[in-house]
């Protein structure tokens, strides 16, 4: 079964930086999306990037230019660095990935219902 495990959070100054790995196992798909969410109490579930398969990324607008999503295939992990942290950047970040069909190995993540999350790891950034 997927089993997927974040680390790397934790508390910085506004301007700092971290990086989030996401471990994955049991994870046997060639097309696939997995991306990084994220959560502050009472706010919905964000979307903070994605990487497919094909390696092609995508970002919320609020992190392009500060975050950069990336996965290395041998070693099953997957990172998100965070650069110039915010205030408003902190929450609950969790990883998610699942198959997606592409015949070119560059499926659309874009609205993919992701079936296997992490348990998340917390980031806070204080000014």
């Known amino acids: 079964q997927v089993q997927l495990g974040e680390s790397g959070g934790g508390s910085v100054q506004a301007g700092g930086s971290l990086r989030l790995s996401c471990a994955a196992s049991?994870?046997?798909?060639?097309?696939?999306?997995m991306g990084w969410f994220r959560q502050a109490p009472g706010k919905e579930r964000e979307r903070v990037a994605h990487?497919?398969?094909?390696?092609?990324?995508r970002y919320e607008e609020s992190v392009k230019g500060r975050f950069t999503i990336s996965k290395d295939n041998a070693k099953n992990t997957l990172y998100l660095q965070m650069n110039n942290l915010k205030p408003e950047d902190t929450a609950m970040y969790y990883c998610?990935?699942?198959?997606?069909?592409?015949?070119?190995?560059?499926?659309?993540?874009?609205?993919?219902?992701?079936?296997?999350w992490g348990l998340g790891t917390q980031v806070t950034v204080s000014s």
């Open positions: 990487i497919n398969s094909g390696g092609n990324t």
């Open positions: 049991g994870f046997p798909y060639k097309s696939y999306c």
């Open positions: 998610a990935a699942d198959f997606a069909y592409s015949w070119n190995n560059n499926p659309d993540c874009t609205f993919l219902t992701y079936r296997n």
